[in-house]
Every structure is written in C-alpha cells, then in structure tokens.
RNA sequence: CGGGGCGUAGCGCAGUCCGGUUAGCGCGCCUGGUUCGGGACUAGGAGGCCGGAGGUUCGAAUCCUCUCGCCCCGACCA
C-alpha cells in the first residue's frame, strides 16, 4: 500500500467514523438500506458472516446441550403485560398488530421484541417435575424493537438474533448457568471474531427488564467507544411466578424454576467492521471470512494465461480439499489493481497473486490484509502454509484490537478528571464505584457515558468512589457506548 | 420528539440565490479495439415524469404553498 491514497469512496474514520462505518458497509457490499425505515437488507457477502457466526455458536450451545426450537413471532399483548419491568421495558418500543383476516382483532398481538412470555408459556405446560429439568433450549429468529435511531447492524427495528432460555430445580444451577454461556459468548468473540471482550455485569439502570441480574460483554470499537456484543440474564422466578412455571421437587413441593436467557445478534457484524476496520475498508478475521484466501491470476493476456489459471484453480482445489475457504478471481476485465482492491475493500484476510514471473521463479506472491508487506512462498509447499499463515492472521489481530484497548483504557480518581478526559481520549475509563443509579443518570447528562460494565475479573484493594467518595471494592468501566 | 442536512441517470454530485431553447459532470453499465505485477486506455452508445401534489408565469429542476421520504447529531435502546 505504500503510501498509495485512501481507498475510494470510503471516508477517513479520524475524518467521520460514523460515515466511515457507512461507506465501508457499501462500500463491501455487506447490507444495504430498505424501504421500511430502520430495517436494513443483509446482502449475500454480510449474510454470509452472519451465517459463519452462526454455525459456530450453534456448535458451541449444542456442546453445552441445548436444543434449538423455534416459538411464533406474535405474542399476545398480555403476555408481555405480565411482568411489570418487562413491560415498562419494552413497551415504548413494541410493534402491535391490531387488524388481521380484514378484521379488528380481539387481542392486540405484538410482533415478539423477546421470547421470555411466550416460552414461559409453554415451559409451563412442558415442565411437571424436577425430572423435566434443566431443560435447555435456544432459538434463532428474528425480533422487532421499534427504534428511535436506527444503524446498520447496530440497531435495526427488525434484527436476527439468538435467544437462549432454560429452566432450573435451583438459583445455583441457572446462576451457573448464566455465566457459562457469558463464557461462551467471550470464547466466540475471541477465538473466532479476534475481538477481546471484557465479562461484567450489569448495574441496575443497564438492567435487563425483568432480569435478576444481566451479564454482559463489553467490547471496544475503533472510535473507542464500547459496544455489548453479547448478553446473559439471569432471570431468577420473575418470569416463572408470572407464568406459573413450576415444578415438583424430590419432596413432592412445587417450586418455581430459576431462568437464565441469553442472546447475540446481528450487531456482531457491526462489531466486527468497527472493531477491526481500516481506512481501506473492512478486515475479517479469517474464521468468520466468508472468503479467506483470494487467488488472483495475473497477466490473463500473457502468452502463459493459460498456465497461470491453471496453477490458479489446482491452488484453490487444494485448499478447499483443506477445508480453507478459497476463491479464484479469473473475471477478464479487470485489472489485477482492481481486484486487490476489490477484495481488501471487503476484507479478505489471505491474498495470493500468481503470475508468469512467479512461475518462472516457482513460487506465488501472498500479501496479509493487516500486513503492509507482501511475500513469496515455494509453489510445492504453498498450500500447506496456509492454514498457519490463517492462524497467524487470527492472532496479530487479536493482539492489534487488544493492544488497542489496552491503550485506551485509563484509570481516573474523580468526576472532573472523567468529564475532562473522555471528551479528548474516547474509550475505557476504569473507576472506583458505589454509585446509585441517580450518579449513572447524571454521568450520562453531563458526559454521554455510562456505566459499562462492573468486570467480573476484579483488582482487589479499595477506593473511593469517583462520584460519591465512599469506601468501595468495585472497580467499574465507563464508556461511551453504541 | 428536538437540532442540522438532503431528495436531479444504477451510484456520487453540479445546476436552484438571479426562471429562458435539447438538463450536465464523474464513476458504473453496453459494443469494438488495445491492455493486464496496485483502482487500464480509447472510440462509440444506452440511460431522467429534476421525490410528490397544487399554484405563479408566455415559460419552472429553479419562485410560492402543502406534502412524502431519507441521512446525520442528541434523548430511548441489544
């Protein structure tokens, strides 16, 4: 790249991260606006990251023994009326369907926002005795949350997620329960997204309505503001006294289940653009590329053309045979410049280049999507390289996004310091904190941040709090946030 | 819901203040030729109810009224 102009139609992210974020998702061909305001089209190249994301965590749920389902999309408005934070929650942002068959329907439905009622529902019909339990189900599906300010994957009204939500004899067992599947979603963004998470909980104000407890991992974007990738709740019986969901224990008692629920998104997508993106457009990490090694043949007039596809193609065989995801870029009319354009705008982790002066040679010129410099590897041992060289990738862009964190992330002692600092050095603020939730409203008045996250993984030793100055053993993050 | 911006070719825009023949530019697209190691060149070509409705005028993309929609920034949220 060598010191070559910015990538084309795509705006400087120190320039406007905002449109930057924009321009990279057309200008990759990820999603793309739709009619209905705040809904989005997921185009085949964003679907199919989508898809990669899935089947993994899909693995990962069965592994820890759930079972998928799927619940209907409309509820019965009275359903989510049940809970009382639920419904405060949800309520200025659920879609109703009042007319339906041509006629006014006798109970409102509401387009789902969460599944928690509606599976109550039937968890009660399921679930008799403690023999029943846990029972352990996810669905995937898409919801509506009727939004306010909508963006590209970050917050659309309709969105595609995954909702996990089982039932337990004991509050121990769902409370296990609920940072499992935490611990799954910060293996899933670290060995597969390389995006370094940091576990926490929530405090009241961040609350899930109708959670106990909500669980969150909190990661941070190339602005360095924060993004939730993903939650966990546990439930407690809020859910279970409302809908009845209970069970007869060994002594013959009924009892009400304890919940956990727990869920990611589409969002991921947008996490992954903003998380590793650069001024040239998307980077993938190579687990979740849709397209991880792009072989591009060079010189398609050259006397030799033929002998270059053919090198090309055996290349891609091989590697597919290997379970690496390949492609050969053989369109002839383009120039090879396009292509490498083309496909660093969306990301491809591995490029090689093959041309006549690589096959006098006997080796094939690769160039690293997160790496200036290009090389050359032997032909005979090309392909078997591969999957390290993917591997290596994985990594440095772990250890780049965590090294970037850990440089945006600075301890403060007082409120002043804060309003100070994060205006002109955006990103993880680490404090002293035993604030009410009346401290939180004021911090967001005044600065835009919240209260992140209060990390699971804690330092030790005491403070005083950096909004009220009591003694406190809580560390907490603040951000700016998504 | 507040504040700001924008609707003109598939995409990005100019033209609008100050009305005047056939509405322009770049990219993309189609055809031919030449090209191909970092966004090729060239010749020709296709493509528009100037967001919508109404008005003013001899004449409206341009002025007036009303509408619809989109985007950005804030409040709410995964």
Redesign the pocket.
């Known amino acids: ?1 060598r010191g ?1 102009p910015m ?4 705006t400087s992210p120190e320039t406007d991260f ?2 930057w974020y ?1 321009d990279v998702i057309r200008e990759a061909e990820l999603a793309d ?1 739709a009619p ?3 809904c989005m089209v997921i185009r085949p190249y964003g679907y199919a990251i989508w898809e990669l994301m899935q089947r993994d965590l899909d693995g990962r749920f069965k592994a820890t023994g759930h079972t998928n389902a799927y619940f209907p999309l409309f509820i019965p408005q009275s359903f989510i009326q049940k809970e009382a934070q639920h419904v405060e ?1 949800f309520s ?2 659920l879609a109703v369907v009042t007319h339906a068959g041509g006629k006014q329907l006798e109970e409102p439905l509401v387009v789902r926002p969460t599944s928690e009622t509606i599976i109550n529902h039937m968890f009660s019909k399921w679930i008799g005795s403690y023999r029943d339990l846990p029972m352990l189900l996810n669905q995937w599906a898409n919801v509506v ?1 009727w ?6 994957f ?4 309709e ?1 595609l997620w995954q909702e996990g939500h089982t039932a337990h004899a004991t509050e121990q067992e769902a409370r296990e329960e609920t940072m499992r599947m935490l611990g799954v979603y910060s293996d899933f963004m670290r060995e597969m997204a390389a995006v370094p998470v940091i576990p926490g909980v929530k405090t009241e104000k ?1 609350r ?2 109708g959670a106990v407890d909500t669980y ?1 991992i909190e990661a941070m974007m190339g602005n360095g503001w924060a993004l ?1 990738g993903g ?1 966990s709740h546990y439930l407690g019986t809020n859910f279970a006294r409302v809908f009845e969901t209970t069970f007869l224990d060994r002594d013959n008692q009924r009892q009400f289940v304890h919940q956990s629920s727990w ?1 990611v ?3 991921l997508v947008g996490a992954l653009i903003m998380a590793h993106g650069d001024a ?1 457009g998307l980077r993938l990490p190579p687990r979740l590329a849709p397209v991880q090694v792009v072989i591009i043949p ?5 006397p030799r053309a033929s002998q270059v596809m053919e090198a090309s193609e055996a290349m891609a065989k091989e590697l597919l045979s290997m379970g690496v995801r390949a492609s050969v870029d053989s369109r ?7 292509k ?3 496909w ?2 969306r990301g491809v982790p591995l ?1 090689i ?7 006098d040679a006997g080796h ?2 690769l ?1 690293q999507r997160n790496r200036k410099e ?1 090389f050359t590897l032997p032909l005979a041992e090309l392909t078997g390289k591969i999957p390290a060289l993917l591997n290596g990738i994985h990594d440095q862009m772990l250890k780049e996004a965590t090294d970037f964190r850990e440089g945006r992330t600075f301890d403060v002692d007082t409120f002043d310091e804060f309003k100070r600092l994060i205006p002109e050095k955006p990103g993880f603020y680490r404090v002293w904190w035993d604030g009410s939730r009346e401290d939180e409203n004021r911090i ?1 008045e005044e600065t ?1 941040a919240t209260v992140r996250c209060i990390p699971l993984e804690q330092p030790g030793g005491e403070g005083e709090c950096f909004m009220t100055g009591r003694k406190t053993s809580t560390r907490a993050i603040l951000a700016r ?2």
Do not use: C, W
């Open positions: 790249m070559k990538a084309k139609n795509i905002a449109r924009q606006s209905v305001r705040g929650g200025p942002e949350r939004e306010l300010r909508p963006r590209a970050l917050r659309t009204t969105f961040e899930f309505a969150t939730q939650t869920g998104s589409t969002r040239n060079i010189g398609m007039q050259d002839d009319n383009m120039s090879p410049g396009f490498f354009n083309h660093e705008v490029r280049e093959i041309g006549p002066r690589d096959l094939a010129t160039a290009k967001q835009s946030a998504y």
